[in-house]
């Protein structure tokens, strides 16, 4: 899809430096380093590489390893107890994968297609960052995004409709896909339609029923089961913030 190819490899990277071709530069949490900084870096890890479906980490397992995502997409989610899945949210490349400051991994981590990744043991991580500030910066940065995502994610679920919410995750989808000149604005979704009814809190009939509504609306076009374009952004963005524009207080989606 695409997923593996948002940026440019960095041209001042020269050939032979570990991290040449790599084309999350500019939006990994390894961004502010010189290049020098970032061949040590870098050979304090390895790369790991995903098959569609293979996982990453599970949920409660040890926390011994940290991660880059430099190709491709990660599903993450929790579990309860009776086996029902929530889908918590979507890795993409540059993302970084082990923010926590507990002993085990809180969700998930599922590759959706092939996936390939940085991967640096947890203690080398911590003490290479020691010795590195601006990563320090980088690592605080990275907890306020995800804080903000999580607030966001509880209005969602918590006060959007059904049809509010798949607005608002295509627009969200938009960001991560790489975008062509002269074309409408494209929206690849490497997920499943249940992997998108476990984010947005909805039943996988009520997301296809949703898609077909904007579809005869006019503000999307399919151009297959995983890529779409947005027709109409100014009506999608409209309709992803209904409630806001509103005083009626909506209750949770019953879809």
């Given amino acids: 899809m695409y997923f593996s190819n948002l940026a440019t490899a960095d041209p001042h990277i020269a050939l032979g430096h570990p991290c040449h071709g790599c084309t999350v530069r500019d939006t990994a949490l390894c961004n502010t380093l010189t290049q020098v900084e970032l061949a040590e870096y870098r050979r ?27 190709n491709g997409a990660l599903r993450l989610s929790r579990h309860l107890p009776d086996g029902r899945r929530q889908v918590t949210g979507f890795a993409f490349p540059g993302d970084f994968i082990g923010l926590t400051l507990e002993e085990e991994h809180p969700f998930t981590a599922e590759a959706i297609g092939s996936a390939e990744l940085c991967q640096f043991s947890r203690t080398r991580f911590d003490a290479f960052v020691s010795a590195h500030p601006q ?6 940065a990275a907890a306020a995004r995800e ?4 607030r966001e994610q509880v209005v969602l679920l918590g006060r959007k409709t059904a049809s509010e919410r798949l607005a608002s995750f295509l627009l969200d989808m938009a960001n991560h896909s790489e975008q062509f000149p002269s074309e409408p604005r494209r929206v690849a979704l490497p997920m499943s339609r249940m992997d998108m009814a476990d984010y947005l809190g909805l039943r996988i009939e009520t997301v296809s029923r949703e898609l077909g509504a904007l579809k005869a ?27 806001e524009m509103s005083d009626v207080k909506f209750a949770p989606a019953r879809a």
């Fill in 44 to 70: 304090n890890g390895v790369t790991r590489k995903l098959s569609p479906g293979q996982a990453l980490c599970w949920e409660g397992d040890a926390v011994t390893h940290v991660y880059t995502l430099t």
């Fill in 217 to 243: 609306a006019g503000l999307i076009r399919m151009l297959g089961v995983h890529e779409l374009y947005i027709l109409d952004p100014v009506a999608l963005r409209d309709s992803a913030c209904r409630w």
């Fill in 147 to 150: 804080l903000t995502v999580v």
């Fill in 135 to 140: 990563m320090q910066k980088g690592l605080y």
